[in-house]
């Protein structure tokens, strides 16, 4: 069974900066499709960023630029560093395995203040 456990967030002011950290055990990383998604109150849940287990990444429009998404196959562990963060980045943030039919983890809360 897959475990993804993540950390990291919390409250910030508009500008500043963050990074989430997902914590993998089970069967994981060997050709999979890691992600970060999230879902502010009343929205739906959509993709920040991926990344492939060979590094190649993919990123939502909005956080291009500002967010980069990587990964410790060694630690089992991929990250996000968010930065010059916006209060619309204000969401319960989510890590992922292999898209919307894979695992999840319990979801992490980013708050950005005005």
């Known amino acids: 069974q897959v475990q993804l456990v993540e950390s990291g967030g919390g409250l910030v002011q508009a500008g500043g900066s963050l990074r989430l950290s997902c914590a993998a055990s089970?069967?994981?990383?060997?050709?999979?499709?890691m992600g970060w998604y999230r879902q502010a109150p009343g929205k739906r849940r959509e993709l920040v960023a991926t990344?492939?287990?060979?590094?190649?990444?993919n990123y939502a429009d909005s956080v291009k630029g500002r967010f980069t998404i990587s990964r410790d196959n060694a630690k089992n562990t991929v990250y996000l560093q968010m930065n010059s963060l916006k209060p619309e980045d204000t969401a319960v943030y989510y890590c992922?395995?292999?898209?919307?039919?894979?695992?999840w983890g319990q979801g992490t809360q980013v708050t950005v203040s005005s």
């Open positions: 992922n395995k292999n898209g919307f039919g894979g695992y």
């Open positions: 089970g069967r994981i990383f060997s050709g999979d499709v």
């Open positions: 990344i492939t287990s060979g590094g190649s990444t």
